[in-house]
């Protein structure tokens, strides 16, 4: 059942913009005013959906993606504003990625459940904030009905049915392997990264960083484009139960702060 959307990359772009317009930017906003003056670094942009909202307001793109083909298409939908120096793409490994500049706004929109080394990953990104600034993360917990992400097998079985990604491995595998999909690497990073609500607290406390608001959904605002659901929240009373919460929240929006490396006063 591998999306239509996904194979169409300008409907796909499209979505990324609309979703970032009508849900990241105001979630981001409960804290940060976005305006000109402020350096966006998005990590696994793929070819660049997320970041036009931000360009659109004045921003300083950059964008910091593996995948060659992917920034090829990046590039070609910005090449006015690369030419223009407001825009930036990078085929690179973030933990390879280094730069002098610092961003007011780093964002990671279903990019750390793909990502080895998720300690080494919250450092590097420390690093690349500006004072005052904010990272935003946008993830699956693993345990939801699809966090192993097999909605983009071609299996139409296997691409619907929900909760098997939690399987030991060698039952999860040898049924991938059934399916002779070319996403199977792809499923395989996030059995492999098991990002949950908890891990992903403990990282940031670890790390000296604070969850500044967190929203859960039970119905991820990307589910109205791939099965015509309606956007909703997640209970009150089901949020607050450890673990088991991860097994009924489709995403997670964080936005994370260094308290100790607040912006200076004017």
């Not at 931000?54 to 298409?73: A, D, N, P």
């Not at 500006?130 to 009905?145: E, R």
Request: overall charge positive; charged content about 30%.
């Amino acid at each position: 059942m591998s999306f239509e959307f996904h194979r169409d990359r300008d409907k796909y772009f499209n979505l990324q913009s609309e979703n970032t317009n009508k849900y990241i930017i105001p979630f981001i906003e409960k804290l940060k005013e976005i305006d000109s003056s402020l350096k966006v670094l998005e990590v696994g942009c793929r070819d660049g959906g997320v970041l036009l909202p931000f360009l659109e307001r004045g921003c300083h793109i950059t964008g910091v993606e593996l995948s060659e083909k992917m920034l090829l298409q990046a590039k070609e939908r910005y090449s006015q504003s690369i030419e223009d120096g407001k825009a930036y793409f990078l085929a690179k490994d973030i933990h390879e990625f280094n730069s002098s500049e610092k961003y007011d706004i780093i964002l990671l929109k279903d990019v750390i459940e793909h990502v080895y080394g998720h300690d080494k990953l919250i450092k590097k990104l420390k690093s690349l904030m500006a004072p005052g600034g904010v990272i935003y993360f946008g993830y699956p917990p693993w345990q939801n009905p699809f966090g192993g992400h097999q909605q983009v097998l071609e299996s139409k079985f296997w691409s619907k049915m929900p909760y098997y990604h939690l399987l030991p491995n060698f039952m999860y595998y040898g049924i991938l392997k059934t399916t002779k999909d070319k996403s199977v690497p792809f499923l395989k990073e996030t059995k492999d990264t098991k990002i949950s609500i908890e891990k992903f607290r403990r990282l940031v406390k670890k790390n000296d960083l604070k969850i500044f608001q967190e929203d859960f959904y039970l119905i991820n605002p990307m589910y109205e484009a791939k099965f015509g659901l309606k956007p909703r929240k997640q209970l009150g009373f089901i949020k607050v139960i450890p673990y088991f919460r991860n097994h009924l929240t489709t995403t997670m929006d964080c936005l994370v702060i260094d308290e100790n490396n607040a912006k200076p006063e004017a």
